[in-house]
């Protein structure tokens, strides 16, 4: 059952405005007397003048079929839920009188006002109000024993997720934000993971991200370790949750498109070749080390967590370690580990054979692993849930492809999980074999184009052009982020529309004068 977990307040919206939203998608009537609409989980909320994808319709020419996006991200009940909306417009979403950049996440916060709006005023006002109000987590910041800025940094005490060894806070970098002015009108929001060390512990983690730089490999700033042994990584904050939750809408984890898959299994396989040419093996991958941009198809992927990645030295080094989550662990990461040991497998059980070890075709077994889950809902050597099930299972390595789930299926991405699930490691593909299989390259043009064009892209995205803009003489430009820091002024002053090319304005027996005059100035 989804929950509410964030609301907006229709606000200054004349009665006759009001009479152009229209109530689809568990929008209720009652949302619309009360003026709130609300966002819930796992639920993008959609605003725009598209009447069949959105949820909100606003029937207005100068609003986008889609115009902007909304959705909530609540990791767990101690942490906060992260409401944020997205731009995906032509003539933009102002954010208290600040234009978003297009196509980028913004973090909102309690009483941020919504506005789009066109030549002759607001068409549209939304006040975001935040309905879980936690308990601000001042009492975690203190038992850490920690700071609320660090260098330039600013900690905040909204708490994005916590794991086994940290805690991810939202934070700010003052400094950066007034760097990059030029491409971000509003401020950035930042993560950071707060991990407390063991004394003389080295700080493996940071050590390998700042080396790392990739699309798909979390993006890391600065880190710090303070005179308490609390280790910081400033990252950058991801804004559409993991893997994990966007599977599990319901109380099970359920199947996505094939398509939708792949272009997922495309992206972390880029960042696994990269880091596995320069000897670095994640040897955690799981659904919830898989971040999203927004929780969508064709999102761009981020994996994270790289607290027991270990850099190799040599291509033929081996490692004994018993580590990892057992769902997702490849069968020699613990088969040689003494039993009892491997019975509380989890972290830091050392195999008894020096000799043996593995590979970073550990990542290939994992990546199998969720991409099984992927296509048909099902974790693979579950079994009854119990450690020793599952490593039993995964031992056995059978599995079922005559069942249901794998019905509507294609043949090649059957192969390719069959290829990675592979129990003689020997067998099991590498990053490179795994990215020339033919469920992959048959359609490797078309996911490099996605790739280009949309996935890298997010947050660089200007608007469109449109043939009326570059028409010599033509007073209508269209918008360009401002890049100098009276930005806000210049914004307001360059605020201009275009009617996307699918509507015939002339058509529609709208009443509003205002309208006209669009008409007037767009022949399209
Ligand atoms: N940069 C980020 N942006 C957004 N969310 C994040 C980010 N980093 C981590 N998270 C969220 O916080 C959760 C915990 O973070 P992380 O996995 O790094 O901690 P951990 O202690 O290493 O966890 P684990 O128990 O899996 O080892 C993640 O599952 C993710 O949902």
Redesign the pocket.
């Known amino acids: 059952m989804s929950r509410i977990l964030g609301c907006l307040e229709l606000v200054n919206v004349s009665s006759l405005k009001l009479s152009h939203l229209k109530e689809v998608n568990g929008i209720t009537q009652d949302d619309l007397v009360d003026n709130t609409i609300p966002i819930r989980s796992h639920h993008v909320l959609k605003i725009g003048r598209n009447g069949i994808e959105t949820d909100l319709i606003i029937d207005h020419p100068a609003v986008s079929a889609i115009h902007c996006i909304f959705w909530c991200v609540l ?1 767990d009940e101690e942490s906060f839920p992260m409401c944020y909306i997205k731009d995906v417009s032509l003539n933009g979403t102002k954010i208290n009188n600040v234009l978003l950049q297009r196509d980028t996440s913004y973090l909102l916060k309690d009483n941020d006002i919504i506005s789009i709006e066109c030549d002759s005023g607001i068409i549209c006002s939304l006040k975001f109000i935040e309905t879980i109000t936690r308990k601000l987590n001042v009492d975690l910041l203190k038992q850490l024993n920690v700071e609320h800025s660090i260098d330039d940094w600013k900690i905040s005490t909204r708490v ?7 805690h ?1 806070l939202v934070c700010e970098n003052e400094k950066i934000n007034n760097f990059t002015q030029k491409h971000f009108t509003l401020p950035k929001n930042y ?1 950071v ?1 707060i991990i407390k060390l063991k004394p003389n512990k080295l700080n493996k983690e940071a050590k390998i991200l700042l080396q790392l730089n990739h699309p798909n490999i ?1 993006k890391v700033y600065h880190t710090h370790m303070d005179l308490n042994n609390n280790l910081f990584i400033f ?5 559409g ?2 893997l994990f939750s966007y599977l599990a809408k319901t109380d099970c984890l359920t199947a996505i498109p094939e398509t939708e898959s792949l272009l997922i299994v495309y992206q972390i396989l880029l960042a696994l070749r990269y880091l596995h040419k320069r000897g670095v093996v994640h040897r ?1 991958l799981k659904l ?2 898989i ?1 999203l941009a927004s929780p969508e198809p064709c999102t761009r992927i981020t994996l ?2 790289f ?1 027991i990645a270990k850099h190799l030295t040599s291509t033929k080094t081996r490692m004994h370690t018993v580590v990892g989550t057992p769902e997702y662990c490849a069968p020699e990461v613990g088969f040689k580990a003494n039993r009892e040991m491997y019975q509380t497998f989890s972290r830091a059980a050392t195999l008894s054979d020096k000799d043996v070890g593995y590979s970073n075709k550990c990542d290939l077994w994992s990546l199998g692993v969720i991409t099984h889950i992927m296509l048909t809902g099902i974790s693979p050597f579950y079994g009854d849930g119990t450690e020793k099930s599952i490593i039993e299972n995964a031992m056995r390595g059978n599995i079922n492809y005559n069942i249901k789930h794998w019905e509507k299926i294609s043949s090649t991405a059957k192969e390719f999980v069959k290829n990675l699930l592979q129990v003689d490691v020997r067998q099991r593909f590498d990053s490179n074999q795994a990215i020339n299989h033919p469920w992959i390259e048959t359609h490797r043009s078309q996911l490099d184009q996605i790739y280009q064009k949309k996935i890298l892209q997010q947050g660089a995205s200007k608007r469109p052009t449109t043939s009326l803009s570059k028409t010599p003489g033509n007073q209508i430009k269209p918008y360009l982020v401002q890049d100098t820091n009276d930005s806000i002024e210049k914004t307001k002053m360059n605020w201009k529309r275009k009617l996307p090319k699918t509507i015939v304005v002339s058509n529609k027996k709208h009443k509003l004068n205002t309208l006209h005059k669009y008409t007037n100035k767009q022949k399209i």
């Open positions: 990791f994005v997720g916590n794991g086994t060894f940290g991810v993560a993971k979390i990252q950058d904050l991801i804004s949750g993991d955690d919830d080390n971040l994270a967590d607290g």
